[in-house]
């Protein structure tokens, strides 16, 4: 955040920091315990289990052994290491942190984001699914502004991707036009692939009314994994059906995530007038295999220096 001088610095900070402890309380309440993430990585590892992740972005420090290091990138690897070191996997463990993650920015500079979030781990699936969803959507709605949950899953698309015999070049292209909502350049990527009469020619239009899209998305099913996913989306519609916020929550099956650690339910939380995501998180259970045991595991982060912007405007 850039600041006018210290005393605004000062006031923002104050500010910031009640927001932090109501938010902490918020997460104790349901449970969940604070974890200290470790502010260094090692950059090989973290590279290796991170593919698709662009290592410019790393900010590398050299450290006294002469080996690379980072500082963290992304909280929810960093301290899953930390917790997989030191658990089997049960009981389910509850945890959340408040703390900074460190990029480098395009002009240069490194980038300092405050950021909380929470993470469950081992838990009941649809449980889980239902707390996290309603955790985040409470998160929203206390900004005392308009907004939207848009959720989605990973297995819907990967789960089509599956039934045709695609290269991954053209599978990577693919997915980034779905991202980029780039419906021309998708349509003579298609065409050219021959997969014009697909589920992928139709996927930008499976967005909005939850029912809606379900109906639409149910009709393009072809295996269990795609089934799975409309399931659990289903099933957290089921949650919200009967409370006014139903329409708060939007559904969107063309959304791919910037990370590649998801495989379940995903969803970002807007608000009204903010281009930027407020909130993300989602399902990853597959990807804790890495760490010696499967879990069921789902999470989210919130945004500290957005928050902070949009409370203090609606303030003002
Ligand atoms: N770490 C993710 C959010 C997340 C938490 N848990 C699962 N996903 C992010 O920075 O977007």
Not at 16 to 45: A, C, L, Q, T, W
Not at 73 to 99: A, H, M
Request: hydrophobic share 35%.
């Amino acid at each position: 955040m850039q600041f006018r001088n210290i005393l605004e610095e000062l006031e923002v900070t104050k500010f910031k920091k009640g927001i932090e402890r109501e938010m902490e309380n918020f997460f104790e309440d349901m449970g969940f315990s604070i974890i200290e993430p470790r502010v260094f990585e090692d950059y090989d590892d973290f590279i290796r289990s991170n593919s698709r992740w662009d290592s410019s972005k790393t900010v590398k420090v050299l450290g006294g052994d002469s080996r690379i290091y980072i500082l963290r990138p992304d909280i929810t690897t960093n301290i899953l290491s930390q917790i997989f070191s030191k658990w089997e996997g049960e009981p389910p463990l509850k945890v959340y942190y408040n703390s900074k993650v460190y990029r480098n920015e395009s002009r240069g500079k490194i980038l300092q984001n405050y950021q909380m979030g929470v993470e469950s781990l081992g838990d009941d699936i649809s449980k889980a699914d239902g707390e996290i969803v309603e955790m985040a959507m409470s998160v929203m709605s206390n900004l005392g502004e308009p907004y939207i949950l848009e959720m989605g899953s990973t297995k819907y698309l990967d789960g089509f991707f599956r039934e045709i015999n695609l290269n991954l070049q053209d599978e990577i292209e693919i997915r980034n036009l779905i991202s980029k909502k780039n419906s021309d350049s998708l349509k003579t990527k298609l065409k050219s692939l021959k997969l014009e009469n697909t589920i992928l020619d139709k996927i930008l239009d499976m967005q909005g009314d939850m029912k809606e899209v379900l109906d639409m998305a149910r009709a393009y099913e072809m295996n269990e994994e795609m089934k799975g996913a409309l399931d659990s989306l289903e099933r957290v519609k089921e949650l919200f059906i009967h409370k006014d916020i139903i329409g708060k929550v939007k559904l969107d099956l063309s959304m791919v995530p910037d990370l590649g650690y998801y495989d379940g339910i995903i969803f970002k939380g807007y608000c009204l007038g903010v281009p930027t995501k407020i909130l993300s998180g989602g399902r990853y259970d597959k990807w804790t295999k890495k760490y010696g045991v499967k879990v069921a595991a789902i999470g989210f982060m919130i945004d500290m220096d957005l928050v902070t912007r949009i409370r203090i405007k609606g303030e003002k």
